[in-house]
């Protein structure tokens, strides 16, 4: 039996989702795209989860488009012949995200901003093209020492076209961002973190995902859950509409079973027993 591209385990709370196709890099083919809006679609909807760590296996996160992905292009036509005609089709039957028409890369880096916990994704090794697309999917970045992210798609005579032309420059700043996807331009950790496309650096990226994932599941899964939708909407919402929501999140956490057990644990110093969302 083959090897799923996408390996999920859950514990106490916490996903772990691998990209796992370490022989190539963790290069993306149309199996791991559906495999990627598959999981995230079943994760949105599991009850008790916390939060989801991303992360590569092998030597890296993700190398990019499978190599075979651009030779058929290069015998293909406008489309390179690798896209079955229905495949769009499929995607959206896997997961929607809040009912845009979509590309299957979009929907594969997008599905996961509609979990409603925290993302994170851990960094090592190469994150470029769709392999970087698939980190900006996530709410926090955490690199390793040997991490290394690009959008190099211009390499291959394309621009990013899985939603990363529209996220890099939330984070990075239009001007870093263009720089980024006109030259191809590899961003070593440190830089990545200084520029504000990863959130932290740290010796072990998978581990410190994993321990900032378990600090995250100690608290009240309301109010992360609250805090998560609350500060995605602040990338895509009007401040209006920012502010309206915090009220609605503070009155619906307000004197919860949650929040009051929050509140009697800390007053009484010790952890906090919550009911899972």
């Not at 030597?59 to 012949?81: E, H, N, T």
């Amino acid at each position: 039996m083959a090897t799923s591209p996408v390996l999920l385990s859950v514990s106490d709370g916490i996903a772990h989702v691998v990209l796992h196709r370490p022989d190539v890099r963790n290069a993306v083919n149309d199996e791991m795209q559906f495999e990627l809006i598959r999981v995230a679609a079943e994760l949105r909807s599991r009850s008790g989860l916390r939060a989801v760590v991303v992360s590569g296996s092998g030597k890296g996160f993700c190398a990019g488009l499978d190599m075979a992905v651009f030779d058929s292009m290069r015998s293909g036509g406008s489309d390179g012949g690798w896209r079955p005609a229905d495949a769009d089709e499929r995607a959206a039957a896997l997961g929607d995200v809040d009912g845009l028409t979509l590309g299957r890369g979009q929907r594969a880096v997008l599905i996961w901003q509609t979990i409603p916990v925290p993302v994170i994704a851990a960094v090592h090794g190469a994150a470029v093209g769709i392999g970087l697309q698939i980190a900006l999917g996530a709410d926090i970045r955490i690199v390793s020492p040997d991490a290394k992210l690009g959008a190099l798609e211009s390499n291959w005579g394309l621009a990013p076209d899985s939603a990363g032309t529209q996220l890099l420059p939330r984070l990075v700043g239009p001007d870093v961002a263009l720089e980024m996807c006109l030259t191809g331009k590899l961003i070593g950790a440190e830089e990545a973190v200084r520029i504000g496309l990863a959130t932290q650096l740290a010796p072990d990226a998978l581990d410190a995902a994993m321990e900032l994932a378990r600090r995250i599941s100690s608290r009240s899964p309301d109010a992360m859950r609250s805090a998560t939708r609350l500060i995605r909407l602040a990338s895509t919402g009007s401040f209006q509409d920012g502010l309206l929501a915090e009220r609605e999140e503070m009155r619906r956490n307000v004197g919860s079973p949650n929040q009051r057990e929050a509140v009697a644990a800390a007053r009484d110093r010790r952890a906090a027993v919550f009911e899972d969302s």
